[in-house]
């Protein structure tokens, strides 16, 4: 199983968390850093099963820009039924 973990002490704004995000899954040359590109990188271009973790998210200075990201990743968690995992601490 891939585990990756995201530290939000580390993640500027959106942008960066998918330059973050490519980078821990090997993607950069081929992730279009967006919502599509998000769910189209966890339904069929990362290797699984996987487990993200998202840490230190409510302590970040804009934890709300996330959302939509965050949504993508658990719609993406439930249509995969056991195969991605994600956890925030």
């Known amino acids: 199983m891939k585990c990756v973990t995201i530290d939000f002490r580390t993640v500027k704004d959106t942008g960066d968390f998918y330059q973050q995000f490519a980078c821990a899954f090997d993607l950069e040359m081929e992730f279009g850093a967006n919502l599509d590109a998000l ?27 996330f959302s939509r990201i965050i949504a993508v990743m658990r719609e993406a968690e439930a249509a995969l039924a056991g195969l991605l995992a994600l956890r925030i601490n």
Not at 44 to 65: N, S, V, Y
């Open 39 to 65: 769910w189209d990188a966890l339904t069929g271009m990362i290797a699984l099963p996987a487990r993200i973790t998202l840490r230190h998210l409510q302590q970040h200075e804009e934890p709300a820009q």
